[in-house]
């Protein structure tokens, strides 16, 4: 590997000042609080009452804490005979992981949910995203810090090896139907996120030149089922989001298989985030993922491939997105990304610059469109509109539904993914009211809209001009027993700017719902949203016909509460007969 270890002081010594003494702060805060406990109990709780963030938060924190003193023990090289308590916080954290029964995460381990128990079997290891975590973070600490390891607590390192060898390394060979492998043709997120794990723990923890081999090319062939799904347009139905977790690792996985060839569909791939950018830390969020963005991701990953495709606007998104938060690398991303930015000599020097904000963006495969009311900037009005159907990966029920942000921030909005539970994914996922038709920006003519990819939009059409971007289509597909819905969004530029939705249809009455963030003033055929007390947007409609009114929904969740408050707003809209039109405009 390129990466060198912890003795290499030349190298480490040299990191920008700025982020070693970021780290080392959050180092030497997470040593002043105890290190988590993984139980039993709190694993179990996903079979008994379908909480499954007790165990995984716990976990996380675990891993989380074991990057930063790894990280901080590599920057001070600390090592015996001096003191060394990031050195031995390290130690403390890989020996608790290697001693924890399972790494899976209790809603994947099929195998204990087939044997109807609620405890893990370490005889018998499910290779899911948490196993894959933590064999990547076991090959990075012993690959950076594995000379101070042999001096500090020899036969840690064997230790190590043993467990990514029973838990990831023979599971993978195995059993080669894994159902994240994609051989159906299913292939997501998992497929790229555990072959990283696996790819990296072969390369840096296997010795014998045969196995690492066969190994590799296990994951090549792997990772060709993820290859064959993306669409050509470069984008991910499972949003921006998970792009992180599945193209982005895939684009890691690249790096790291030298002789590995680029795919034509990568330049578009990587365009997938900055298309996506409402403004801010705002992306279009569909199905499962947070309105805002967090911006502990490896944006050097992505700088780094832009480069390779001389992509301005691939590197400029990313360099200022990273620079936004003031860190060159995030810990909580995982070690090895970590370690890699740290050591770019590029993604050290590079210099926020440039615009990726297109006047609009259609990506035909996931059919979604994002138009802008000016290129080149957030201001003003952005809209973005989707079809789709209803069996998409992490999908809510939202073929229709539709963003409008101003000034790059979503007024009009997705709730967005709710913490998981163990129905998350389940036969009742859908009775999460975030993932509901009702809590999306679509109409209900007499029936909501049905799971599956059977129920989708039909005859989709997009109308791209200097003045104007429309996205319409049928959502009858959408509903059952619905022979025709024509739905458009249009956004029209120039003096008077403006979003037009309209539903052509012959159900009446049809309610048309719209989930809106900030505060709500509804007047005789019109409402405002005011943020921070300033109103930003007014919808309108006729109100001969239609009757709206307002219901408020207080958020305890907390991964909403990040993204929206203590609240969100739905109006609907009750269209008795008529136009089933609304007009949204930016309060100037």
Not at 318 to 344: F, H, I, K, Q, Y
Request: glycine share 8%; charged share 25%.
């Amino acid at each position: 590997m390129r990466l060198p270890d912890v003795r290499d002081r030349a190298v480490w010594d040299a990191v920008d000042g700025a982020e070693g003494a970021a780290i080392l702060a959050e180092a030497e805060a997470v040593l002043a609080r105890p290190a988590p406990v993984l139980t039993a109990t709190a694993w179990a709780r996903t079979f008994r009452d379908g909480v499954r963030t007790d165990y995984e938060d716990a976990a996380r924190e675990l891993r989380d804490r074991v990057t930063l003193l790894v990280l901080a023990a590599v920057l001070t090289g600390e090592v015996p005979p001096g003191p060394v308590p990031f050195l031995d916080g390290a130690i403390d954290g890989l020996v608790a992981l290697a001693e924890a029964t399972t790494w899976c995460w209790a809603p994947h381990d099929r195998h204990a949910a087939g044997r109807g128990e609620v405890l893990a079997d370490p005889d018998d290891p499910f290779l899911d995203l948490g196993a894959a975590e933590v064999a990547s973070l076991f090959a990075w600490a012993d690959h950076v810090l594995g000379p101070h390891l042999d001096i500090r607590a020899p036969g840690l390192r064997k230790r190590l090896r043993r467990e990514v060898e029973l838990r990831v390394l023979t599971p993978f060979e195995r059993v080669r139907d894994w159902h994240w492998l994609g051989l159906d043709g299913d292939a997501h997120n998992w497929n790229p996120w555990i072959h990283s794990a696996v790819l990296t723990a072969a390369l840096l923890l296997v010795a014998d030149d045969e196995r690492r081999r066969r190994l590799v090319r296990l994951v090549a062939e792997g990772l060709e089922h993820y290859v064959a799904v993306l669409p050509d347009d470069g984008g991910i139905d499972e949003g921006v989001a998970y792009w992180w977790h599945g193209a982005c690792r895939l684009l890691e996985c690249l790096d790291l298989l030298a002789d590995a060839g680029v795919r034509p569909v990568l330049p578009e791939l990587i365009r997938f985030p900055h298309r996506m950018h409402l403004g801010g830390d705002a992306y279009v969020n569909a199905g499962d993922a947070p309105a805002r963005l967090p911006l502990a991701q490896p944006w050097h990953v992505l700088y780094r491939w832009g480069e390779r495709f001389g992509d301005d606007e691939v590197r400029a998104h990313a360099v200022s997105r990273a620079r936004e938060g003031g860190r060159l690398v995030w810990p909580s991303a995982g070690l090895g990304r970590a370690l890699t930015g740290l050591l770019d000599e590029d993604w050290r020097k590079a210099e926020p610059g440039g615009t990726w904000l297109a006047r609009e963006e259609w990506l035909p495969r996931v059919q979604v469109l994002v138009a802008r009311e000016t290129a080149g900037t957030p201001r003003g009005l952005t809209v973005a509109a989707k079809a789709g159907h209803n069996g998409e990966r992490h999908n809510h029920l939202d073929v229709g539904s539709y963003w409008v942000a101003v000034d790059g921030v979503p007024v009009v909005v997705d709730v967005g993914q709710p913490t998981y539970t163990a129905d998350s994914f389940g036969p009742d996922r859908y009775r999460a009211w975030p993932l509901r038709g009702e809590w999306h920006n679509v109409p209900e003519p007499g029936v909501t809209q049905e799971p599956g990819e059977a129920f989708g939009a039909r005859d989709v059409r997009v109308d791209l001009t200097a003045s104007s971007a429309t996205l319409s289509a049928d959502l009858a597909g959408a509903y059952p027993g619905v022979p025709r819905w024509i739905r458009s969004v249009r956004l029209v530029r120039g003096p008077h700017a403006h979003v037009l939705v309209e539903d052509d249809d012959s159900v009446r009455p049809v309610r048309l719902r719209h989930v809106l963030a900030g505060d709500v003033e509804l007047r005789d055929g019109e409402a405002f949203v005011s943020l921070e007390g300033t109103r930003v947007l007014r919808l309108s409609w006729d109100p001969r016909h239609t009757t709206a009114e307002l219901e408020v929904r207080p958020l305890d969740d907390p991964l909403l509460r990040t993204s929206w408050g203590d609240h969100l707003t739905r109006l609907t809209l009750l269209v008795r007969e008529g136009p089933a039109r609304v007009r949204l405009e930016q309060v100037r």
